[in-house]
């Protein structure tokens, strides 16, 4: 049973290219969590979906920054015309219900880094 | 707003010893649910334990136990026998079980372990 797939591991963008970052959630999970972790930071929250529906966007910066989570699929986040500032750690996290109280499972994260 | 901290930007521990990780969080919610997730520089985030706030007992799992101290909002992890694999971040979160469904988690402890 494969965990939480992220990919690609590492992304290289210049500034002003779009980032695309993908997460397939664990077998059996409709719950889908974006985090952000900057450097020496903990992880931040960004987005929550569901199949075909964003359930919260709290998080995400309000322009570049959109996510979705398609009916088939791998969730995608993408960043328009990135910026040094969005060179960050992101991280997708998946669960079975909704707001899973037993601790989500993670994937291994996409380092983007914007030169 | 909740917010958690973790005081203790760096710690270190001579292996088989035991150490102790801080955390205190701020909340106004009476339900809720606390983690402690390990970063090693793989970067996945692997979860250690977990604890429910209207449980008294601390959990334990295997050589990870937290002192759960809800009036003082405190949530600490103990690390007995510590092992070189041991050597990570370690990030403490809350959850408040609410509609959201997002952690909000503390900038980390960096542990390194001396053989």
């Known amino acids: 049973n494969a965990g939480v797939m992220q990919n690609p591991r590492h992304l290289v963008r210049r500034r002003g290219q779009e980032a695309r970052l993908r997460c397939s959630p664990m077998?059996?999970?409709?719950?889908v969590y974006w985090y952000r972790q900057l450097p020496e930071e903990g992880l931040k929250f960004m987005v929550y979906?569901?199949?075909?529906?964003?359930?919260?966007e709290s998080g995400m910066p309000k322009e570049r920054f959109s996510a979705e989570f398609p009916k088939e699929g791998p969730s995608i986040l993408r960043i328009q015309q990135v910026v040094r500032g969005d060179s960050a750690a992101y991280f997708c996290?998946?669960?079975?219900?909704?707001?899973?109280?037993?601790?989500?499972?993670f994937g291994s994260g996409t380092r983007l880094t914007v030169v | 707003a909740q917010t958690v901290t973790q005081s203790q930007p760096e710690m270190s521990v001579q292996e088989a010893e035991t150490v102790t990780l801080s955390c205190t969080y701020d909340?106004?919610?009476?339900?809720?649910?606390l983690f402690w997730y390990k970063q090693p520089p793989s970067r996945q985030m692997i979860l250690v334990i977990r604890?429910?706030?209207?449980?008294?007992q601390n959990a334990t799992e295997n050589r990870f136990s937290v002192n759960f101290q809800k009036a003082a909002k405190s949530f600490s992890l103990k690390i007995s026998d510590s092992q070189l694999g041991d050597a990570a971040m370690y990030f403490c979160?809350?959850?408040?079980?609410?509609?959201?469904?997002?952690?909000?988690f503390g900038k980390g402890t960096k542990l390194s372990v001396k053989p």
């Open positions: 077998k059996g999970h409709s719950h």
């Open positions: 979906l569901q199949k075909e529906n964003i359930i919260d």
């Open positions: 909340t106004s919610e009476s339900d809720y649910y």
């Open positions: 979160a809350y959850y408040n079980g609410g509609s959201q469904g997002n952690l909000i």
């Open positions: 996290a998946s669960s079975v219900d909704r707001g899973d109280n037993y601790g989500y499972t």
């Open positions: 604890q429910e706030a209207y449980k008294q």
